[in-house]
């Protein structure tokens, strides 16, 4: 398989070009750095992202409450993660990184407050 | 009417107003006082729940609620003192007052030692750029739609066309994605992105919606509710081309076409404006036109990032303090900092020369996008600084820094030269 990356790690925005299979990669050019090369290894492969939302709450003077991963989360698990985001009511009152939804989708991530409320 | 007084007083309670009051506390002004018409402190960063905030100031990336966080904590560890649900209405820049009503006091007049306004900025609307069509319900700018699904649990529509390719414009696409709407296009007059390429992948490419250079909205159709717009692609003047025009149902265009400083009440203090950033000119200590009365944040300019506002009013918040106390730097001498090539405004617009030793921060934008260029600084005909940059960008904040003591001459020029 072969993708195009935009690296994201700096405002230069590289072309990155990877070609492999899964976590095998057989060449990869157009990055102008170190971190460049690490990010555009790790996007190919396990492309992961900080999930931020906002979880109802009830007992508080507002009905939202924003929540974000602690860590970032596998890309592809994004809409499960939202599904149980969804469905989940916090109670008032909570701190900033009191944990929300532990281990979402079993990814080994907690959702935190992102706030206190 | 209820009179009440304070060392400095602080218009405006977001990252601005509040990073300004924090400095202000540590350089040792007595009372300060945020006054802020939101019935909570924060701004607009309360509605930012997206991460990106933070990078260079923190060396971590927080979402806005977090990094406004950080700063009321402190604000409320230093006591500094919040009027809220306070909508100041104007300020007398001869006097030091501020005028505002408040649901706890009615008409209120502060007295203060000196003045900072961090008013930040409103988005502009459909009347601004005018596109022609009826006016149905569903066209909403992103920031007001973003503050109804991240605050109020309000989603504005299901099927969305969002005109602008800004940070806000983007961010909203795929907060409305998450949530369930579907995105059928980002659409941008420009042949480039306005906003940060790292927001074109995770926001856009990411969910896999379409964005559309080189073309603009020319027209909503709908009566009661928005049934669609018509998007063409424009020309090298920005003219759409008739036959490049195509219809996408939609129930609801969200507008991201700039921000625009607000600065009535800057008007009204007969403080002098900018025309190229429509807010108040100032020095590098963030002082307005009016000695004594300072301003930072997004109500002086446009600022993409969060940390970059800290920084300068921080300034603001620290020579606010030095003006309540007499200890000003003293004033020699004033020089304009004047636009070269390739650059479209320069923040501080006047430096004082004040015969200390100094470093001054100087802010900037381009006008086009380059890559390879020198980031330059000259002052009576000799160069005085010289950086260079691999790629600039009309949506990137440029900056250098330069000495006091090397500005011999009347002015100080920046350019950005191959
Ligand atoms: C949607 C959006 C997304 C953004 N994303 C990012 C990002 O990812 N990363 C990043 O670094 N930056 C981001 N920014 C930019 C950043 O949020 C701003 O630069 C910053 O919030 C500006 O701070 P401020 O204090 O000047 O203005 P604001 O946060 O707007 O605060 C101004 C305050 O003044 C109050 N006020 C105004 N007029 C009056 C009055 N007459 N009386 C009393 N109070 C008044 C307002 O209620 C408000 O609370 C984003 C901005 C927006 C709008
Ligand atoms: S490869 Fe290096 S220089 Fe290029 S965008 Fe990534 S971090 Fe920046």
């Known amino acids: 398989?072969?993708?195009?990356?935009?690296?994201?790690?700096?405002?230069?925005?590289?072309?990155?070009?990877?070609?492999?299979?899964?976590?095998?990669?057989?060449?990869?050019?157009?990055?102008?750095?170190?971190?460049?090369?690490?990010?555009?290894?790790?996007?190919?492969?396990?492309?992961?992202?900080?999930?931020?939302?906002?979880?109802?709450?009830?007992?508080?003077?507002?009905?939202?409450?924003?929540?974000?991963?602690?860590?970032?989360?596998?890309?592809?698990?994004?809409?499960?993660?939202?599904?149980?985001?969804?469905?989940?009511?916090?109670?008032?009152?909570?701190g900033v990184h009191d944990v929300i939804i532990e281990n979402i989708c079993g990814c080994g991530v907690n959702i935190i407050a992102s706030d206190t409320v | 009417m209820y009179e009440t007084k304070c060392d400095v007083a602080i218009i405006g309670g977001g990252p601005a107003g509040l990073s300004a009051a924090v400095a202000a506390k540590k350089e040792g002004a007595e009372k300060v006082l945020i006054i802020e018409r939101d019935v909570k402190l924060g701004g607009i960063l309360q509605q930012c729940i997206h991460p990106g905030f933070g990078l260079t100031y923190f060396n971590k990336e927080l979402t806005g609620p977090e990094y406004a966080g950080a700063f009321k904590e402190e604000a409320k560890k230093l006591s500094v003192d919040a009027l809220l649900d306070a909508m100041v209405l104007s300020v007398d820049g001869e006097e030091k007052t501020v005028t505002c009503v408040c649901s706890e006091y009615g008409v209120t007049k502060i007295h203060a030692g000196s003045i900072?306004?961090?008013?930040?900025?409103?988005?502009?609307?459909?009347?601004?750029?005018?596109?022609?069509?009826?006016?149905?319900?569903?066209?909403?700018?992103?920031?007001?739609?973003?503050?109804?699904?991240?605050?109020?649990?309000?989603?504005?529509?299901?099927?969305?066309?969002?005109?602008?390719?800004?940070?806000?414009?983007?961010?909203?696409?795929?907060?409305?994605?998450?949530?369930?709407?579907?995105?059928?296009?980002?659409?941008?007059?420009?042949?480039?992105?306005?906003?940060?390429?790292?927001?074109?992948?995770?926001?856009?490419?990411?969910?896999?919606?379409?964005?559309?250079?080189?073309?603009?909205?020319?027209?909503?159709?709908?009566?009661?509710?928005?049934?669609?717009?018509?998007?063409?692609?424009?020309?090298?003047?920005?003219?759409?081309?008739?036959?490049?025009?195509?219809?996408?149902?939609?129930?609801?265009?969200?507008?991201?076409?700039?921000?625009?400083?607000?600065?009535?009440?800057?008007?009204?203090?007969?403080?002098?404006?900018?025309?190229?950033?429509?807010?108040?000119?100032?020095?590098?200590?963030m002082e307005t036109s009016k000695e004594g009365i300072f301003a930072c944040g997004n109500v002086v300019h446009v600022n993409d990032l969060v940390d970059n506002v800290t920084v300068e009013s921080e300034k603001a918040g620290k020579y606010a303090a030095k003006y309540a106390k007499g200890e000003m730097p003293s004033r020699n001498r004033t020089v304009p900092s004047v636009c070269g090539n390739n650059v479209r405004y320069i923040c501080p617009q006047t430096i004082n020369i004040s015969g200390e030793d100094e470093k001054i921060s100087l802010y900037f934008r381009v006008m086009a996008p380059d890559t390879g260029v020198f980031l330059t600084a000259s002052s009576a005909g000799k160069e005085i600084y010289r950086k260079k940059e691999l790629r600039v960008n009309p949506g990137e904040m440029c900056h250098v820094v330069i000495n006091a003591a090397d500005i011999t001459g009347d002015d100080v020029t920046i350019s950005v030269v191959k």
């Open chain 2, 116 to 285: 900072v306004l961090a008013m930040g900025c409103r988005e502009r609307t459909r009347a601004q750029i005018q596109i022609p069509g009826t006016r149905p319900a569903g066209v909403y700018t992103a920031g007001a739609a973003q503050r109804l699904i991240n605050r109020q649990n309000i989603v504005v529509g299901k099927d969305i066309v969002i005109l602008g390719s800004g940070d806000i414009g983007m961010i909203m696409a795929r907060r409305m994605t998450l949530e369930g709407c579907k995105v059928h296009a980002v659409v941008e007059i420009m042949d480039y992105l306005a906003g940060l390429t790292r927001n074109k992948v995770q926001c856009l490419d990411d969910f896999g919606i379409p964005l559309k250079l080189s073309h603009t909205v020319t027209r909503i159709k709908g009566n009661e509710r928005v049934e669609g717009v018509y998007i063409a692609e424009v020309d090298e003047n920005k003219k759409p081309i008739p036959e490049t025009e195509e219809f996408i149902p939609c129930d609801t265009l969200l507008l991201s076409v700039g921000l625009i400083p607000e600065n009535e009440i800057t008007r009204g203090a007969e403080i002098e404006i900018s025309p190229v950033t429509n807010g108040p000119t100032v020095n590098q200590y």
């Open chain 1, 1 to 94: 398989m072969e993708k195009e990356i935009i690296c994201t790690v700096c405002p230069m925005g590289c072309h990155i070009f990877v070609e492999g299979e899964g976590d095998r990669i057989d060449r990869i050019e157009g990055f102008t750095c170190k971190r460049g090369e690490e990010y555009g290894r790790a996007e190919f492969s396990h492309p992961v992202r900080i999930l931020t939302s906002t979880v109802k709450i009830t007992g508080a003077d507002q009905p939202l409450l924003p929540v974000r991963s602690e860590g970032p989360v596998p890309k592809e698990l994004i809409p499960s993660c939202m599904e149980e985001i969804r469905n989940t009511v916090a109670k008032a009152p909570v």
